[in-house]
């Protein structure tokens, strides 16, 4: 068989499905498959490819880079494929929606809302994935993107969905210690690095000087809640995505009515409005209105 022939559909799917689950036994259930049928299929296509796409682990794989830089090509050709199939022979019983959202906002909104969204839209299958460094974002392939801070460097086109509010949280033995602002300086803080509202931003509008202050330098607001929930220091909610995460910590807030406005928003960011398949039109109207929903309650809840 000549490599510059186009692989077989089948090991597209199935290459697809492992890469974006890093497993070949997730894969295998998605695809009402056996694992090692999913393993034989990836298999034949790195063979016809002449190149490895995955580095296989005991209990999981991961893209090699020729993978990497393979499956957002991959990706868009199936959903070419599925949208072309369904204009021209009819629906196709489920169409595949590739949404790509910054960690927090995925965990801390839509991993609560996933059943919503599925329930009401049962022929279109919602694929989840999360990123962190604007790297993620920008070389992988999505439908549509959520992303946190200024949107224009995603997309042409965006929607502003919802903004933050910062308190400070920790364990409820160090909570107890802290009865006015000034105390969080008796502790280790967590610092979200990519955040440009951060402890700098509460201190300033709480009046407070931060000079001796102890910084401890995390890439994530999932990464800081899980350090403070082992005690290692105080983290910054960031309400209303923070909240499903700082509760399943165990974090409280450290000083309740101490709150802080932040100073960017989520975005909801496509190429143009006009050329969004039905899937992401559906989507967008249903996250919009859900965020809507955020709006209209207090993002304080009494505390």
């Not at 859900?290 to 207090?298: E, L, P, Q």
Request: net charge neutral.
């Amino acid at each position: 068989m000549e490599r510059t022939r186009i692989p077989s559909l089948n090991w597209l799917r199935v290459f697809e499905a492992a890469a974006r689950t890093e497993s070949f036994a997730r894969a295998a259930a998605e695809l009402n498959m056996s694992a090692p049928a999913v393993s034989q299929q990836v298999k034949a296509l790195e063979t016809h490819l002449g190149t490895a796409l995955f580095i296989r682990h005991a209990h999981a794989v991961r893209l090699t880079e020729a993978g990497r830089a393979y499956l957002p090509s991959v990706q868009a050709s199936l959903v070419s494929l599925e949208t072309s199939t369904a204009g021209l022979f009819g629906r196709a019983r489920e169409e595949r929606l590739y949404v790509q959202a910054v960690h927090i906002f995925a965990q801390g909104v839509l991993a609560p809302l996933y059943t919503d969204f599925t329930t009401r839209h049962p022929d279109i299958a919602l694929m989840l994935t999360t990123g962190n460094a604007v790297g993620d974002f920008i070389h992988a392939f999505s439908d549509l993107k959520i992303i946190f801070g200024a949107p224009s460097a995603f997309g042409p086109a965006h929607d502003r969905l919802i903004g933050e509010t910062l308190y400070p949280v920790a364990r409820p033995e160090i909570a107890a210690t802290i009865r006015t602002p000034a105390d969080l300086l008796s502790h280790p803080l967590l610092e979200v690095a990519t955040h440009r509202a951060g402890w700098p931003h509460v201190f300033e509008t709480l009046r407070i000087l931060g000079a001796g202050a102890r910084f401890r330098m995390v890439d994530s607001t999932v990464m800081a809640a899980a350090l403070a929930g082992q005690g290692a220091g105080v983290a910054l909610a960031r309400a209303p995505a923070s909240d499903p995460i700082m509760a399943a910590q165990g974090l409280v807030p450290c000083l309740p009515g101490v709150a802080v406005p932040g100073l960017e928003f989520y975005h909801l960011v496509y190429p143009d409005a006009g050329t969004l398949r039905r899937p992401a039109r559906a989507f967008r109207a249903w996250l919009i209105d859900r965020m809507a929903d955020y709006a209209a309650r207090s993002i304080l809840v009494d505390r």
